[in-house]
């Protein structure tokens, strides 16, 4: 324990002191509030509107799991389906890559047009970009357990869905958590930028853009701050199953041996 | 090129899949067309036929975007702002002034977290925070704010761009320059070599398939941002700006062919970067 406040007490004192300048900064050269709030005057609009900040968390994370979810089971659920032809993975792998690399975020508006302004085309749009990244992850994870291993299988005469999950989904499984992790920064992205360009009169993304209209910017940095807050909690979540199910992994290896 | 073969008969299938999806979810709007027309005579080719040539579908056909395409881009002069070489234009210099910034801004950083100890303990837990916070939510914020301060045009945009690059490349970049192992490290110790020396000749170049590598994230970063920038600032143009245009007038052709632009352009930034780590990487001897 006492390490781990040793490896903390870093970041935390830097973090302060950023906060301390940035207060002092904005006292002392009188920048406008609509410039640059304090991060005094951020935490006081933070603490006066929560019920609104909450209302828009609620709507947008809404969009964020469920979007999420979809498109990370189904792109784990197409890895697993094209496994089986080689043909089919050298086709869509490259096309995965690059679809990785697009700004999907632009089919937006797209889909607010199909599923109309409430989080389900936020979910969309997560889906899309989610699929991707968790197919191209899953498929090189359900590769990555070794002959020697697989051979094994053989001679037990365990058939593929054995094979598959017996050795090769445990074997794929940090690679689909590496994607899992890579997925909840880019869900948050997709839905926040989603409502850009249409909600009903609420969400984080809807919040930033008409207070930013307003010109209230202490609002804007209370949304930014529960949207960091959000973000870097899922994450976290995420990694902390990782470390349960990769746990579970070794464990279970250890008591077979 | 073993792949070809299978990508192209992949991409066959996704168009033919395209084309029966667009059919099918145009269809009720074309039937309700016909029906406000009085026809109610029309065979099924009619109406297949019919849905795929709308004006204002639900998912245009893939022909009616390149028809798009080709008469934004071929038909239209490359100055007007009508068409999208213009707007594409904008986007693109905002990406790369953006990008050139993020990325020496990034590099930068790298170098200095690894040279000065303390503060790689005090930033960097910071910096990988900061991959999973939605920083894009900043964008709209920092183009009014840089507007305050007659900032206007491409330049805020730029920045937006430089701003998500740099965090990837940064990240990349000091996995990169640590990417060394101890064993080298060591030699370079018995070598007697200064920490400048053991940068330049073992740090620098073990970083390069890295530097590649947060390169392309980077890019394709830089114009994810700017394009996000256009929508928050939609007057002065881009294909963002485009985007939203399109999602106010109902235009579905018009976004997917803004769409389409942006993903040739991202893919065509990318593409040059993996050209370009392609070559350098198989000169300095890098196996995979």
């Known amino acids: 324990m006492n390490a781990r406040t040793a490896d903390l007490a870093p970041p935390l004192l830097f973090g302060a002191a950023v906060l301390a300048l940035w207060e002092a900064g904005v006292r002392l050269l009188g920048v406008p509030a609509i410039i640059l709030p304090a991060p005094s005057a951020i935490f006081l609009r933070l603490a006066t509107s929560v019920p609104t900040l909450a209302a828009d968390f609620v709507q947008t994370i809404q969009g964020v799991l469920a979007g999420y979810a979809l498109g990370s089971a189904a792109g784990l659920a197409v890895a697993i389906l094209i496994d089986r032809s080689p043909f089919l993975q050298r086709g869509l792998l490259p096309l995965g890559n690059l679809v990785s690399a697009l700004p999907i975020v632009g089919i937006a508006p797209i889909m607010v047009m199909w599923f109309g302004f ?24 359900l590769s990555s357990a070794g002959a020697m291993e697989r051979d094994l299988m053989k001679t037990y005469a365990a058939d593929y869905f054995q094979t598959l999950g017996k050795l090769r989904l445990p074997a794929a499984l940090p690679f689909v958590f590496n994607a899992l992790k890579i997925n909840t920064t880019l869900a948050m ?69 | 090129m073993k792949s070809a073969l299978p ?4 991409v066959i299938a996704l168009l033919a899949f395209w084309y029966v999806a667009a059919a099918l979810m145009n269809a009720p709007l074309q039937r309700d067309a016909f029906a406000n027309a009085g026809r109610d005579d029309y065979s099924t080719t009619d109406l297949v036929g019919a849905s795929l040539n709308m004006e204002r579908p639900k998912l245009p056909a893939p022909h009616q975007i390149v028809a798009e395409l080709d008469r934004l881009i071929l038909q239209t002069a490359p100055t007007s702002k009508r068409g999208l070489v213009y707007h594409a234009w904008i986007t693109l210099q905002e990406t790369l002034i953006g990008f050139f910034f993020g990325a020496s801004l990034g590099i930068g950083l790298a170098v200095l977290v690894l040279s000065v100890r303390s503060l790689e ?47 990837p490349v940064t990240v990349g970049m000091v996995k990169g320059l640590r990417s060394p192992d101890p064993l080298q490290l060591d030699l370079m110790r018995t070598y007697s070599a200064t920490p400048a020396q053991t940068f330049v000749k073992l740090r620098a170049p073990a970083s390069a398939p890295f530097f590649f590598a947060s390169m392309k994230i980077g890019a394709a970063a830089a114009l994810v941002g700017a394009v ?58 890098f196996t995979s």
């Not at chain 2, 990508?7 to 992949?10: G, K, S, T």
């Not at chain 2, 009014?144 to 761009?161: E, S």
């Open chain 1, 118 to 141: 409430d989080w389900q085309s936020k979910a969309a749009v997560v889906v899309v970009m989610t699929f991707f990244p968790m197919l191209v992850n899953a498929t090189a994870g």
């Open chain 1, 189 to 257: 992205i997709g839905a926040i930028v989603a409502e850009f360009f249409g909600t009903p009169t609420v969400g984080m993304g809807f919040r930033i853009s008409t207070e930013v209209g307003h010109l209230s910017i202490d609002m804007v940095w209370a949304t930014i701050f529960v949207a960091a807050v959000a973000g870097s909690s899922f994450y976290a979540i995420v990694s902390l199953i990782e470390r349960r199910a990769t746990f579970w992994h070794a464990s279970y290896r250890g008591r077979e041996s």
């Open chain 2, 7 to 10: 990508v192209a008969i992949v």
């Open chain 2, 121 to 167: 303990r005090s930033m960097m837990p910071w910096i990988v925070a900061s991959q999973t916070v939605p920083i894009i939510a900043l964008a709209p914020m920092i183009v009014v704010i840089l507007n305050q301060f007659d900032i206007t045009g491409i330049a805020p945009k730029a920045v937006i761009a430089a701003y998500l690059s740099f965090f």
């Open chain 2, 228 to 285: 996000v920038a256009e929508v928050t600032k939609s007057e002065d143009g881009g294909l963002g700006a485009r985007l939203l245009a399109g999602s106010y007038y109902g235009q579905t052709v018009q976004i997917w062919a803004a769409l389409f632009t942006a993903a040739a352009l991202s893919a065509a930034l990318v593409g040059l970067i993996g050209l370009a780590s392609r070559l350098v990487l198989r000169r300095m001897a």
